[in-house]
Each structure stands twice: as C-alpha cells, then as structure tokens.
C-alpha cells in the first residue's frame, strides 16, 4: 500500500541554521503531496504541498519540490528560527483520497 | 470563520463506558475523516467517509464506530473502550479530490483508565 517514510527525529537546531527533513513515499499511481505543520498543542495545519512532478511547494520560508525519480519531497528552510520549533508531517493523497501520514519528525531550534 | 470544530478537548473516562467524541465542520466538506496520534506512531487513519451516509475504515478501526448521517457531522463512538484506545483523536476535513488539503479540528485528548 501507499506510505511514507520520513526522518526520525528530534532534530535540535540553533537558530539560522538551514533546515532539511528527509520524505520518501510509495504510491501507486501519482499522489498530491502535503507537508503539515503541529505546533504544541494544536491540531495540524498545511504547510505546503505539491500537486505533480516537479512542482515546488513553498510558504513562510519553506520548500519542499516533488521529485517522481527519487519519489522524494523533502521540506527546506535556509535559514530557521525559534517559532518554527514543531512537529513535522508529509503525507501524501491519492485516488483514493485517503491522506496518509509519516510518523513526523519534531524540530527544536534554540536562540 | 470556516473551522473543524471536535468536542471535548479532553476527557478522562473508564475502561468500559460508552463515549462519544463530536465533530463537526462549516465548510461543506464531501470527505471527512478521523486519526489518532501517538508517540512514535504519528497520525493513523480510523475511519473515513467520502460523503453522507458513506464511511469506510481506516488502518485502526477495531474498537471504534463512526456514522455520517448529516454532511457537517462525523462522531467517533467509542462503545466499550479500553486502555489502548488512550490517544490524541483528530477529525479532519475537505473537499473532494486528491489535490485538497485536510482541515483538522483542535484534537481531543482522551484518557482511558
């Protein structure tokens, strides 16, 4: 079936540092694919997404380019700071339009 | 404001007694749906529903039921439940298609003693 595979975490960063978290999936067919944000809390909320094939997906900083090759959407931020701090979320949504979820990863950053 | 509105926030229940968990959304939504969330697992689907008076399980049904009788409601009933089903509860909304982005509700943290 359809899954997601992202980095583990916790990833501790110092702020302005660059930020990646690794997202590989397994679909058939060509699913959308989602990056969600969890700040404590409170429920998720779209970061970005990305519809189809090298599509890139962007928003408050954020990256993430679907990448069918490497069945890879991997979310980038140059430079990140302390309200970035949360727990991080791809997915990805096919025909069936069930939106499945990796296991997130949670990101610290320090002043 | 267009919201996913779950109730209660939390609760505290005992091994065995009928609960129910609220959901309801303003937006019109076809698609529906319910996860749970727990450590090191990250968020698995319960049960979903692609639009009134049709839902269908997730990967984690056993132990829930869900009804979908008006399009602005999906309750998650819990008829007899147990310690395992201890979690973060999630419902989720939106429109139909592959391309739309879920709307979730503010959570629900359950405790089963």
């Known amino acids: 079936g359809n899954s997601v595979t992202q980095m583990e975490g916790p990833v501790t960063l110092s702020e302005e540092a660059f930020l990646t978290i690794n997202c590989t999936y397994t679909a058939t067919g060509y699913p959308s694919l989602f990056w969600y944000v969890q700040y404590p809390g409170e429920g998720l909320q779209l970061l970005l997404k990305a519809t189809k094939a090298d599509d890139k997906g962007s928003n408050k900083g954020f990256e993430a380019t679907y990448r069918k090759e490497t069945t890879s959407f991997h979310l980038e931020k140059g430079s990140v700071q302390v309200s970035d701090s949360a727990v991080y979320f791809c997915?990805?949504?096919?025909?069936?339009?069930?939106?499945?979820f990796g296991k997130g990863t949670k990101l610290t950053v320090n002043p | 404001e267009a919201q996913v509105t779950q109730n209660p926030r939390y609760l505290i229940t005992v091994t065995g007694k009928k609960l129910t968990v609220t959901c309801s959304q303003n937006?019109?939504?076809?698609?529906m749906s319910w996860y749970r969330q727990d450590p090191g697992l990250g968020l698995r689907q319960i049960y979903y529903?692609?639009?009134?008076?049709?839902?269908d399980k997730g990967d984690v049904p056993e132990g829930y039921k869900v009804s979908r009788k008006e399009k602005r409601n999906f309750p998650l009933i819990l008829e007899s439940p147990s310690p395992n089903q201890t979690s973060l509860y999630f419902c989720?909304?939106?429109?139909?298609?592959?391309?739309?982005?879920?709307?979730f509700g503010s959570g629900t943290q359950l405790s089963v003693l």
């Open positions: 937006m019109n939504h076809e698609y």
């Open positions: 997915g990805q949504r096919g025909g069936s339009e069930k939106l499945v």
């Open positions: 529903s692609m639009n009134v008076e049709v839902t």
């Open positions: 989720a909304s939106s429109p139909q298609g592959k391309n739309e982005k879920l709307f």
